[in-house]
Each structure stands twice: as structure tokens, then as C-alpha cells.
């Protein structure tokens, strides 16, 4: 029976073999902090960089939750575009307007930054609706939300603040 060689002899390939699991073991480490730098999402990763559409590849919103209330969202962006204040005024629900004259919602609405937004999302809450705006693209590190709440019993604009059609915190918007 021959013996297989001395145990001494295996030294230089044991030791390579340590060096090819540590080497190993820090790429597979290493590799969620790559794939994060390069913007990949892992796996299980529900937070993905980029948005997929669902259904024809369409990035619209179903409106169909409150077709009246997206119709006023509309009219407001398009009126905001043009800078027509007596109707972006007019959207507004008679509450909001009982102690804010026109003139003071001009001059407040003149300090608005006019965007193109998009209605991005939709949901009820309570007897309102609540339409979140977008502009922007998170990539690139400029995306504005607004949000903006439409009455559900007259659909027209609720003024969540003294001066402005937009909820203001970030808070406000959960």
C-alpha cells in the first residue's frame, strides 16, 4: 500500500485554496455595493430606479376614480400655463374663496413656478380625492410632487393652506 504524499507537500495548495475563497467571499461582498452604485436593482428589491409600466406600456393614469376631478386638475395646469389666474381662481371650491379674494389668489398664484405636470397618482380619502403631480424624473435628481385635493362632493380645488392650492409639507403628502 503506498502511502499518499506527506501532509507538508499540500502546504502551497491548501494555501492557494484559502486565497481563492477569500478572494471570493470579498467579490460576493463587494457585489450589492457595486450593483447599487450602478443603479441595479438586487433581486428581492421592490425599489427598483426606474418605473416599468404596467399594461400597453402606457405611463398615464387611470383616471377613472374621479374622471370630474381630473378634468379640474387639467383645466388648473392648462389655465397655470397660460397664466390665466381668473380661472385657475374660479376651480377653486367656494369654502377656500370665502375669505380669499381675487386679488390676493392672483398675486399668490403669480408666485407660482409653472411645470408641466402630470397627474401621477389618484386616491380617495374620505369624501375627497387626492391627485399627486409629477414633473421630473427621480434619475436625474429634479422630480416635484404637488398634491393637490379635489372636493368630492363639488369637484372643484380644496386650498389646503391660506395661499396656496398645493399641500406644502412633506408630511402632507402621507
Not at 374660479?90 to 369654502?95: G, P, S, T, V
Not at 398645493?166 to 403628502?173: H, L, P, V, W
Request: charge should be negative; hydrophobic fraction near 40%.
Amino acid at each position: 500500500m503506498t502511502a499518499g504524499p506527506p501532509f507538508y507537500s499540500l502546504g502551497p495548495k491548501i494555501m492557494s485554496a484559502k486565497i481563492l475563497i477569500a478572494v471570493s467571499v470579498s467579490f460576493l461582498a463587494l457585489l450589492p455595493c457595486v450593483t447599487a452604485a450602478a443603479g441595479f436593482p438586487e433581486e428581492s428589491s421592490s425599489d427598483m430606479p426606474f418605473g416599468i409600466p404596467i399594461g400597453g406600456g402606457s405611463e398615464e393614469v387611470d383616471t377613472g376614480l374621479c374622471p370630474a376631478g381630473a378634468r379640474v386638475v387639467t383645466l388648473f395646469l392648462s389655465a397655470w400655463e397660460k397664466e390665466d389666474y381668473a380661472a385657475m381662481y374660479d376651480l377653486f371650491d367656494e369654502d377656500s374663496k370665502k375669505d380669499y379674494p381675487f386679488e390676493q389668489a392672483r398675486f399668490d398664484l403669480r408666485l407660482l413656478i409653472f411645470k408641466p405636470y402630470k397627474i401621477s397618482s389618484i386616491r380617495k380619502d374620505g369624501e375627497n380625492f387626492e391627485f399627486m403631480l409629477s414633473h421630473g424624473d427621480w434619475r436625474d435628481g429634479n422630480k416635484d410632487l404637488k398634491k393637490m385635493i379635489i372636493s368630492g362632493k363639488t369637484f372643484r380645488i380644496i386650498m389646503p393652506s391660506a395661499n396656496s392650492p398645493f399641500k406644502r409639507s412633506a408630511g402632507d403628502y402621507f
